[in-house]
């Protein structure tokens, strides 16, 4: 079966998890930049998803948000055959690597029954009922970079061709999501395309991810907890770099193919907790360096050392690059926090998530 190479423009798209932090940039971004798409919000609203984070589109007559589950097959079913749906970006997911560990169940159950119901309703709806071909529907399966395990310092970057190797509970669940994809497309012609992306950063994150604690922490004078010794590497992607990664793979990508989607910045966390305490003296100066709340904390299990993308492929096939250097997109990501008043008002009043403690992923 040789892929598509022609541009796929879609009419009528269903995003699951759009009301999350990766999900609501890109219902946001999208829905500026083409006037014609209408898009269906499919999200259950659990810690991770806030109808806040879809306040700019709210209005939009081009966005409808249903509150759901990806694994009630009847639901996806019907949105699918009344909204006429043409294409689905799949981000719903269980993705917090700690809670993964504290409790795999939930990982499992979302990850991959959630995307194997998304993956059997699309194939009956397009190819059964509606008999659509390849150049009229897409499946887009938003992935990771931790389904390829760690890397040593000599070792090169992950490229598309890099054994599945996952750790955690999260990139395994990740991983069979993946597998579940790729047969799709090779078993049925089911016409899919897959990115794998590296860390991702910028407004709206959630409270228990690395940047928005490293954020709160040096707000409100706190203790910054860094894992081990802080020399666990990653590379940075700013979510709108990200958004636009997405959007090309989704209009050009070549079916059944991976895409690795990368920031070019690549660093450690202690590295990158001291580049936005620099950062945040700039911006709320106080009497001693934010630096100085960096604590070191008891390492997590099975915590990957380094992880790092080859962005030759996105870059070669689709002339995609990231817009934002690390320096830029943090700029922008601490301006957001700090002049978003329900930001502050949540962290002066002790809110932010049930942990406080330092996110790698």
Same mark, same amino acid.
């Given at each position: 079966?040789? &892929?598509?190479?022609?541009?796929?423009?879609?009419? /009528?798209?269903?995003?699951?998890?759009? *009301?999350?932090?990766?999900?609501?940039?890109? @219902?946001?971004?999208?829905? *500026?930049? $083409?006037?014609?798409?209408?898009?269906?919000?499919? $999200? +259950?609203?659990?810690?991770?998803? /806030?109808?806040?984070?879809?306040?700019?589109?709210?209005?939009?007559?081009?966005?409808?948000?249903?509150?759901?589950?990806? #694994?009630?097959?009847?639901?996806?079913?019907?949105? +699918?055959?009344?909204?006429?749906?043409?294409?689905?970006?799949?981000?719903?997911?269980?993705?917090?690597?700690?809670?993964?560990? $504290?409790? &795999? !169940?939930?990982?499992?159950?979302?990850?991959?029954?959630?995307?194997?119901?998304?993956?059997?309703? !699309?194939?009956? @709806?397009?190819?059964?009922?509606?008999?659509?071909?390849?150049? /009229?529907?897409?499946?887009?399966?938003?992935?990771?970079?931790?389904?390829?395990?760690?890397?040593?310092?000599?070792?090169?970057?992950?490229?598309?061709?890099? &054994?599945? *190797?996952?750790?955690?509970?999260?990139?395994?669940?990740?991983?069979?999501?993946?597998?579940?994809?790729?047969?799709?497309?090779?078993?049925?012609?089911?016409?899919?395309?897959?990115?794998? #992306?590296?860390?991702?950063?910028?407004?709206?994150?959630?409270?228990?991810? +690395?940047?928005?604690?490293?954020?709160?922490?040096?707000?409100?004078?706190?203790?910054?907890?860094?894992?081990?010794?802080?020399?666990?590497?990653?590379? =940075?992607?700013?979510?709108?770099?990200?958004?636009?990664?997405?959007?090309?793979?989704?209009?050009?990508?070549?079916?059944?193919? #991976?895409?690795?989607?990368?920031?070019?910045?690549?660093?450690?966390?202690?590295?990158?907790?001291?580049?936005? #305490?620099?950062?945040?003296?700039?911006?709320?100066?106080?009497?001693?360096?934010?630096?100085?709340?960096?604590?070191?904390?008891?390492?997590?299990?099975?915590?990957?050392?380094?992880?790092?993308? $080859?962005?030759?492929?996105?870059?070669?096939?689709?002339? =995609?690059?990231?817009?934002?250097?690390?320096?830029?997109?943090?700029?922008?990501?601490?301006?957001?926090?700090?002049?978003?008043?329900?930001?502050?008002?949540?962290?002066?009043?002790?809110?932010?998530?049930?942990?406080?403690?330092?996110?790698?992923?």
């Amino acid at each position: 079966m040789s &892929p598509s190479t022609s541009e796929f423009a879609p009419k /009528s798209m269903l995003v699951t998890g759009g *009301a999350g932090f990766i999900g609501s940039n890109f @219902v946001t971004e999208l829905l *500026a930049s $083409d006037r014609e798409l209408r898009i269906v919000d499919l $999200d +259950l609203l659990t810690y991770a998803g /806030s109808l806040e984070n879809l306040t700019a589109v709210r209005e939009s007559d081009r966005h409808t948000f249903v509150e759901g589950n990806i #694994c009630d097959r009847e639901l996806v079913e019907r949105l +699918l055959e009344e909204h006429q749906i043409d294409s689905i970006v799949h981000f719903a997911a269980e993705s917090h690597v700690d809670r993964s560990i $504290d409790g &795999p !169940a939930a990982f499992v159950e979302t990850n991959i029954n959630g995307t194997f119901t998304l993956l059997e309703a !699309a194939r009956q @709806v397009w190819l059964e009922r509606r008999g659509l071909d390849a150049s /009229s529907c897409r499946f887009h399966h938003i992935s990771t970079d931790e389904v390829y395990g760690t890397l040593r310092p000599e070792d090169p970057a992950f490229t598309e061709l890099t &054994p599945y *190797a996952p750790n955690s509970p999260y990139s395994a669940a990740k991983a069979s999501s993946d597998h579940l994809v790729r047969a799709y497309y090779h078993t049925y012609g089911f016409p899919a395309v897959t990115t794998n #992306c590296s860390n991702n950063y910028g407004p709206r994150q959630h409270m228990e991810k +690395l940047l928005p604690t490293v954020i709160r922490s040096c707000y409100v004078g706190q203790p910054i907890p860094v894992y081990g010794d802080g020399s666990n590497i990653r590379d =940075w992607l700013f979510v709108t770099d990200h958004c636009s990664g997405i959007e090309s793979v989704l209009r050009r990508g070549r079916l059944g193919e #991976c895409y690795n989607i990368g920031g070019d910045a690549e660093m450690s966390n202690l590295e990158l907790v001291k580049l936005i #305490c620099g950062l945040m003296d700039e911006v709320q100066p106080k009497a001693t360096q934010h630096e100085e709340l960096i604590t070191f904390v008891t390492d997590r299990p099975g915590h990957d050392w380094r992880y790092a993308i $080859d962005g030759s492929k996105i870059r070669g096939e689709l002339g =995609w690059s990231p817009r934002e250097t690390l320096e830029t997109g943090l700029r922008k990501t601490i301006e957001w926090y700090l002049e978003d008043s329900k930001w502050r008002e949540s962290v002066d009043r002790g809110a932010g998530g049930e942990r406080l403690g330092l996110k790698a992923e």
